[in-house]
């Protein structure tokens, strides 16, 4: 027996068709869409399900209410791989986008408390945060453990504008070897939101990334908080000829492996 068509609510079906309209360039970005009353004619609805349906949108990030204004498409967010082989700064650099990074406080030598997902719990790492921002506005967190019998003397260098990545080839003759990388979200504490200029709260994108070397297994860990309302953030994939999974040209086994 066939399965029944799925039903949506006449609020989403508008929705939909306003999305579409909208990545077809009909509305552009920066534009204002037409008024409750003229939408509500267009698609033969009533108003209260025309705003159902750009609430809907607003909260996608898709449109922006402007008060006394009317509701318009938001500018499209520049997107950047953030988890390609040359590292964050990279990454962003590629994209055009002129990031602007600054360490918070003093990188040092500390025992880290007890953390499940942290693998120096209980041990010592070098503690590394640096804050990076596009414009006037932060868009990343970044909070970095590095193991200090693989990275001497790692507080005495500049980090804020040093490439990780490269720091770990050229200086300390490192071979990444793989990666493991979660995906989640993040509610954000006094301290952390204060840096991303984010209320109390307020939820943002979060990675945990750690990197195995060939001559040292999990000598970095790091936790990246970031705000997806000013930066779109992707990976592309590719199936390789084995059926398996690439990112930037190296296949990838089930357990996703992904590059700092």
Do not use: W
């Amino acid at each position: 027996m066939p399965e029944a068509p799925i039903s949506f609510p006449l609020y989403a079906q508008i929705a939909g068709r306003l999305r579409s309209q909208i990545r077809a360039g009909q509305y552009a970005p920066g534009s204002k869409i037409p008024s409750e009353h003229e939408l509500s004619s267009h698609f033969g609805v009533g108003r209260p399900t025309v705003r159902q349906a750009t609430q809907l949108l607003v909260e996608e990030r898709v449109l922006e209410r402007r008060r006394g204004s009317g509701t318009y498409v938001n500018q499209a967010p520049a997107e950047v791989d953030l988890f390609s082989a040359g590292g964050t700064l990279a990454s962003f650099a590629r994209s055009g986008l002129p990031l602007e990074s600054a360490l918070v406080g003093t990188p040092r030598l500390q025992e880290i408390a007890a953390d499940a997902r942290n693998p120096f719990a209980g041990k010592h790492a070098f503690v590394v945060v640096r804050r990076s921002s596009l414009g006037l506005a932060p868009v990343l967190l970044e909070e970095m453990y590095f193991d200090p019998s693989v990275f001497v003397g790692l507080a005495e260098l500049a980090l804020d504008v040093r490439s990780l990545s490269e720091l770990a080839r050229e200086r300390y003759l490192l071979t990444l070897r793989a990666a493991e990388q979660r995906f989640g979200v993040a509610t954000l504490d006094a301290a952390r939101a204060e840096l991303l200029e984010l209320s109390l709260g307020a939820v943002v994108l979060k990675l945990e990334r750690t990197l195995d070397f060939t001559t040292a297994a999990n000598a970095v860990y790091a936790e990246l908080y970031c705000r997806t309302d000013q930066v779109l953030f992707s990976q592309r994939l590719t199936l390789g000829r084995s059926g398996s999974l690439q990112v930037a040209g190296a296949e990838l086994p089930a357990r996703a492996l992904h590059d700092a």
